[in-house]
């Protein structure tokens, strides 16, 4: 069965400090993946979404960006975070041959 | 651009009895897909119905099931003999099944929280 992992599941960091969160997926190939934000008592935004290695499409203007440097592998990053950065971030991954997504665990960031 | 509304931040029910959420969306579209997905305090999200536009049946998962208005653009969420542990925020999304499409992400409501009282 397929699992995917987040981490870390918590996150504090300063204002201007850089950022890499992890998400892996296991026991399928060539998964989309997908980074969504979730702000305080908001749905979910997407930020964005990979058909595949190295292929990376941004949803929002803004200072992240997102990596896939294994197939099974999707990075969020950030050379310098904002306050506005805090919520909590979803990756996701779905089949070629489906179109509902499934969720990890998710990370919480807090920038102070 | 796609939106999804939902008009109710938060319903309470009483356990055992039948809680129905409601969700309307905009889209100039004729195939895509619908989901409902919950989110316990834990916070992951979990995928509890879909519907396939093309379908005229509605959706049904043991307890939960759907009313799909293709016409009303409405999808709404039924619960019956809720539980305390079905205590969640619940989220309706919505998908485009075009070509390529598929690849784009999910566009969410805000959410419904809902409570179950014991």
């Known amino acids: 069965s397929q699992t995917i992992h987040q981490w870390p599941a918590t996150l504090v960091q300063p204002v201007g400090s850089p950022l890499s969160l992890e998400c892996t997926v296991e026991?399928?190939?060539?998964?989309?993946l997908y980074w969504y934000r979730q702000a305080a008592g908001r749905g979910l935004q997407l930020l964005f979404y990979?058909?595949?290695?190295?292929?990376i499409s941004s949803e929002v203007p803004q200072n992240l960006s997102a990596s896939r440097p294994q197939d099974r592998q999707f990075i969020l990053s950030s050379k310098k975070l904002l306050l506005s950065d805090s919520g909590f971030y979803l990756c996701?991954?779905?089949?070629?041959?489906?179109?509902?997504?499934?969720f990890g665990p998710g990370t919480r960031l807090t920038v102070t | 651009a796609q939106t999804v509304t939902q008009s109710q931040p938060e319903m309470s029910v009483q356990e055992a009895e039948t809680v129905t959420l409601s969700c309307t969306y905009d889209?100039?579209?004729?195939?895509?897909?619908l989901f409902w997905y919950k989110q316990p305090p834990s916070r992951q999200m979990i995928l509890v119905i879909r519907?396939?536009?093309?379908k005229q049946q509605n959706a049904t998962e043991n307890r939960f099931s759907v009313n799909f208005q293709k016409a009303a653009k409405s999808f709404s969420l039924k619960i019956s003999d809720s539980q305390l542990g079905d205590a969640a925020m619940y989220f309706c999304?919505?998908?485009?099944?075009?070509w390529g499409g598929g690849a784009d992400g999910l566009t969410f409501g805000k959410g419904t929280h809902l409570i179950i009282q014991p």
């Open positions: 889209t100039s579209e004729s195939d895509y897909y």
């Open positions: 519907q396939e536009a093309y």
């Open positions: 026991g399928t190939s060539n998964p989309n």
């Open positions: 996701a991954w779905s089949s070629l041959a489906q179109y509902e997504q499934y």
């Open positions: 990979s058909v595949g290695i190295g292929q």
């Open positions: 999304a919505y998908r485009s099944a075009r």
